[in-house]
């Protein structure tokens, strides 16, 4: 083998090897702002839901009034 096909089979490998790890890398983060976005999301729901009740309650006392 010619070493400018050797050479050139080396860079691929080494550039494979690096986008793969990038790869693994940037899923990993990807899961954690997933993670992440779905508590927000539980939290978003669960404020909402408390305020829908509050207004409910005054709407409630105001038509006693």
Partial sequence: MTEPK????LRL???IS?????SSDLLSKSWLELD????NLRCLEMLYDEWLEE???EQKRRSKE
């Fill in 6 to 9: 050797l050479a050139r089979i």
């Fill in 13 to 15: 490998s080494q550039a």
């Fill in 18 to 22: 690096y986008q793969y790890k990038n």
């Fill in 36 to 39: 992440s976005a779905r508590g």
């Fill in 55 to 57: 207004k409910d309650l």
